[in-house]
């Protein structure tokens, strides 16, 4: 497939418009999003004192199902298996979910809770 003309020249165009907002988008949206974590923060604490064996693997199988090894482990066997057209769309997402959430968490720089 060709790109149309000038799709070449969108991320570049987004890329200075993003340079622009960056600063005033986050002195106004961090306050905001620091007084929520603050705020929420007091469940997650309790959430996570929770202890049961039956809740440790089921929180450790959803966490490795996250992690790169896993995506390691899947991708290049979907592609193997014949899934092309599914590997290369879950490798899209992949690297789109990893960029974005990277972006936001240098942006805001948001404790972690």
């Not at 200075?16 to 620091?34: D, E, M």
């Not at 879950?90 to 959430?101: Q, R, S």
């Amino acid at each position: 497939r060709r790109l149309r003309p000038g799709m070449a020249a969108l991320p570049i165009i987004v890329l200075y418009i993003s340079t622009l907002f960056y600063q005033p988008l986050r002195s106004l949206l961090r306050p905001l999003l620091l007084r929520r974590v603050q705020y929420e923060e007091s469940f997650i604490v309790s959430v996570q004192r929770l202890r049961h064996p039956v809740l440790d693997c089921a929180h450790q199988i959803i966490a490795q199902s996250c992690s790169i090894e896993f995506y390691i482990t899947l991708l290049p066997s979907l592609f193997w298996a014949g899934e092309v057209r599914l590997a290369r769309l879950l490798t899209l997402l992949m690297a789109m979910c990893l960029y974005v959430g990277n972006a936001l968490k240098d942006t805001f720089c948001l404790p972690r809770p």
